[in-house]
């Protein structure tokens, strides 16, 4: 499979490239450059597939002519070996109309782990091959650089520098990342808010002198890799009631774009999906944008669900090139007007498109610990405050008739409530209690950096530090 860029300038090139690259040379972002489809008995005959089985069959055909089925089943089983239930991704039933996704049974216990310990071991395998070194360089609003640290701890072929908002990450997020201290981890805490590491990324990926003396590579949901393992539980959780002969429709808490993305490239691929639902928290510019059609951007206002305080999507990108009839050059058009003006504005007719697929629904902090709270209490379940954001929507989709009442909604879980305690011992009132594995992680040996948001301080700290080659 080749992959092309989201500009139109740079590509095509194989999936290994497109892995280790991370970001386009022309500062967009990769896709393949056409939707692999399966056919309905196709679908059919995933069922009964084992986790791993089913990532390898779902990933194949975007690996083509580079890793194997086979090959990439064995990736499959090996990353989520140490995970904590034997379903990888248990979906479980809320109440006859909505299922829950649970997807924080991985190490760092948020659904970043589902594709992080994947991209790992693709990592190894391409490094080893290329007799290559890679600098990885991440931002992260939280879960992101804790999944990274974790996964890529110990592979000497990789440095990894995780930039996260100075004092804007939980405790549990900011002790998993700073607890890591072998050779080659750094958790890097930056002055300034999410959006401001992530623009630091993207600074140093368009310095191509820099990028190509350290050999950069991305990690975040930039990463079409990062991705592909994703649209995996889409189609396990789908398959479970009853796909393809049934319809779902999914609810997908929503910061970066990423995840929900992977949902609609499962829907390209022929998963029948009745509706997408994008759930945010009062960082609401995806629900003002499929309101109004107008992506404007404002200030973070941080919330109780910090891994979707985010003003800027870097996937909708993604999106924006689908609705725009994969035009590179329009794409890099309606981009750089927002990067200049702070806003954009699509056609009613591109709009369409969107609506045909996608709703979108917000929740402030206040409804957040309602949800949390109402839902402990009626339904027996506890929810981290990005799953809540998710499952109110999920609620609110039924109700209000966007997604019909026969139409089963799965909501996904994105984080295990322990990673959020605060907001949950405000809504429930009990402290939600780490899984085993964890126990000890806030007694652990911290080794942590602080600079300024600013490129020539993570450049200077990666050059000074990065294990030559
Ligand atoms: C990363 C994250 C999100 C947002 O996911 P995107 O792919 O960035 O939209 C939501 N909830 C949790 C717990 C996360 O870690």
Redo the contacts with the bound molecule.
Sequence with gaps: MDYISTRGQDGPLGFEQALLSGLARDGGLYLPVEWPRFAKAEIAAMKGLTYAELAGRIMAPFCDGEISEAELTAMAADAYAGFDDPAIAPLVKLNDDIHILEL?HGPTI???DYAMQFLARAFDRALAKQQKHAVILGAT????GSAALEAFQGRDAVDVFILFPDGRVSPVQQRQMTSVITDGAFAVSVKGDFDDCQALVKTLFNDHQFRDQVGLSAVN?INWARLMP?IVYYFSSALALGAPHQKVAFS???????????GYAAVQMGLPVERLIVASNQNDILPRFFEAGTMARETVVPSL?P??D?QV?S?FERLLFELLGRDGAKTAAVMQDFAASGHFTLDADVMERAYALFSAYRLDDAGTVAEIATTAKNDGMVL?P??A??LSAARRAHADGTVPKDVPIISLA??HPA??ESAVETATGQKPVLPPHMADLMTRPEKMQTIDANADAVKSLVLARKRSV
């Design positions: 924080f948020a659904f970043k609003s939280g879960d992101t949901s994703q997908v808490p929503t910061g970066n774009f990423g995840n929900v993305f992977a669900s891994s979707m985010i999507s996937n981290d990005h799953s954001v998710g994105c984080a990673k959020f």
